[in-house]
């Protein structure tokens, strides 16, 4: 990669940012597209996101920047405005330079179904789905999944309260969508989710090898597609369950690729070259 007077620069607005592998995704975006840009981890903690967006604002070179836990939700007010998907989610991974104003994005919903339709082949219109969790993530797959037309969601979470303010918010923005709110906890069973076609694990459950299961993993009919967010481990206990019961199952490498492919294309007006991407993050 060379810099000079004309380079553009991207960030990763986060904490901790060091095991981010976005930035060797977008450095292979921009330079399978011949895009002169810099993609840069920016370690920030709370306190300082508002200078940093400041920082932002005062470069006329911005490309655009992505942002990561804990800044999703911070980040909104120091924004001058949203798109509709980062209104309803209440949250932005993607800042995009408009004009000089800075526009916050979210592609985390988009990159969900994209990687959905491409690695299980399932599209959610007309679906019974399982999201377990209720945190940052399970919002943005959830409103992605009524958006897309799911006929009933169950929110499955250990602490049913947040799991129930989630549904409020998805009933109100989403009346056509049946919402039900059930408890995780390790005597859960599929079995209470009638007619599911589609379990989706949104905790962090499965990160750390010694993770107890969440829930009984052979209670997975075989019919039911399985896709947990985690990426790293590539298998986690819930997917190597899922595959020995049959069920097609699939990790969050691909809602990584398509989030950050969506987020190249917004800031660049370029088609993203998703293989590219995919391959530099699976290195
Ligand atoms: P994110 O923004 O990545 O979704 P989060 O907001 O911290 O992260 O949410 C983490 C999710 O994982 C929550 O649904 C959390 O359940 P609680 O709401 O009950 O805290 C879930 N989670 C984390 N550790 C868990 C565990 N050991 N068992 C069950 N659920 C767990």
């Known amino acids: 990669m060379r810099i000079d007077g004309h380079t553009k620069l991207a960030f990763l607005l986060g904490y901790p940012v060091s095991h981010s592998a976005s930035p060797a995704m977008h450095r292979a975006a921009f330079s399978a ?3 002169n840009a810099a993609y840069l981890p920016w370690a920030l903690t709370p306190a300082h996101l508002s200078a940093a967006v400041a920082g932002l604002r005062s470069m006329e070179n911005l490309l655009g920047a992505n942002v990561t ?3 999703k939700g911070a980040i909104v007010p120091l924004l001058d405005a949203l798109t509709p998907e980062a209104e309803a989610i209440g949250a932005v991974n993607t800042v995009i330079p408009r004009s000089g104003r800075l526009i916050g994005d979210n592609t985390d919903g988009a990159g969900f ?3 959905l339709h491409e690695e299980l082949d399932c599209r959610p219109e007309g679906l019974t789905v399982a999201v377990l969790g209720a945190g940052g993530a399970a919002r943005a797959v959830a409103m992605a999944l009524a ?4 006929d009933r969601l169950v929110l499955a979470n250990r602490t049913a309260t947040r799991a129930e303010e989630l549904a409020a918010h998805l009933r109100r923005h989403h009346p056509h969508c049946e919402v039900a709110v059930q408890t995780l906890h390790p ?6 989710v009638p007619e599911i076609r589609l ?3 949104t905790t962090s459950v499965g990160l750390h090898p010694g993770d107890p ?3 009984d993993y052979d209670s997975l009919p075989v019919q039911a597609l399985v896709s947990d967010l985690i990426y790293r481990p590539a298998e986690t206990p819930l997917l190597r369950a899922a595959r020995r019961r049959g069920c097609s199952a699939a990790n969050g490498l691909g809602m990584l690729v398509h989030q950050g492919a969506l987020a190249f294309e917004r800031w660049t007006g370029k ?3 998703v293989q590219a991407m995919r391959d530099a993050v699976e290195r």
Do not use: C, D, I
């Not at 958006?147 to 799911?150: E, I, M, S, T």
């Not at 005597?187 to 209470?192: G, L, P």
């Open 199 to 201: 379990l989706v694990n």
């Open 213 to 215: 299961p969440l829930f």
């Open 33 to 35: 597209t011949g895009v």
């Open 187 to 192: 005597s859960w069973r599929v079995s209470q």
């Open 271 to 273: 088609p993203a070259p």
């Open 69 to 71: 836990v804990p800044h």
């Open 113 to 115: 179904l994209l990687a």
């Open 147 to 150: 958006q897309a037309g799911a």
